[in-house]
């Protein structure tokens, strides 16, 4: 069955950067688009960007633009999100979640980025 | 791209239908049949309920359904039960990317 494992909770400081890992499982790696999606506390869903392995392609929202970084490893079927520069406003719950045909269907089961000083 | 309007809130009583809308734009939910529902409860993952507008995934009950008519989507749950309480968001695919709706807590009383 299809997996998606992330790693554990984070807690950083104003300025740190965080990296986090979304292990799959189940099907094959490099054919889905990988997308993340964060929620703030006491916020909704908000979408981040993708990655497609197969092509090698990225893209990322506006507002992630230039201080966030998505990467992969296709020899662990392992998908990374960085974020740089954190705020206090990127405290959230960061998921990683498969694309399979305009839907997202399976998550990951979110990782908690505390960002304080 | 701006998040796709739910109302904040809606509720009833077990038994009772319920519907949610979700209004977006020409160049989201009125230009994609790649409307899709999520089911939140807190601390968990979303769970998808509705998929490519009106799609059920296996294993969700069909008092859940999905419509779509011009720039807004819809969300019926019939015949509420007390464990369909949580939040629920709407989604868009947009061409190359996703917008999310604003949410929506569902009460049952």
């Known amino acids: 069955q299809v997996q998606m494992v992330q790693s554990g909770a984070e807690v950083k400081k104003p300025g740190a950067s965080v990296k986090v890992s979304c292990k799959t499982s189940?099907?094959?790696?490099?054919?889905?688009?990988i997308h993340w999606v964060r929620q703030a506390p006491g916020q909704g869903l908000e979408w981040m960007g993708w990655i497609y392995p197969h092509s090698g392609g990225t893209k990322y929202g506006q507002k992630f633009q230039g201080r966030v970084t998505m990467t992969w490893d296709t020899s662990i079927n392992t998908a990374y999100m960085e974020v740089n520069s954190l705020i206090s406003d990127d405290t959230a719950v960061y998921y990683c979640?498969?694309?399979?045909?305009?839907?997202?269907?399976?998550w990951g089961q979110g990782t908690l980025v505390t960002v304080s000083s | 791209q701006s998040a796709l309007n739910q109302p904040r809130s809606v509720s009833g009583s077990p038994g009772q239908s319920v519907t949610i809308s979700c209004t977006g734009t020409s160049s989201d939910v009125g230009a994609y049949n790649y409307v899709s529902w999520f089911q939140h409860h807190p601390g968990k993952a979303p769970k998808p309920i509705i998929y490519g507008v009106n799609k059920r995934p296996s294993g969700v009950p069909d008092r859940f359904s999905g419509s779509k008519s011009g720039n807004t989507a819809s969300l019926t749950i019939s015949g509420l039960q007390a464990e369909d309480e949580a939040d629920f968001y709407c989604?868009?695919?947009?061409?190359?990317?996703?917008?999310f709706g604003t949410g929506t807590k569902v009460t049952v009383l």
């Open positions: 189940g099907y094959t790696f490099t054919d889905y688009y």
């Open positions: 979640v498969r694309d399979w045909s305009g839907t997202l269907d399976y």
């Open positions: 989604c868009s695919h947009t061409g190359d990317s996703y917008v």
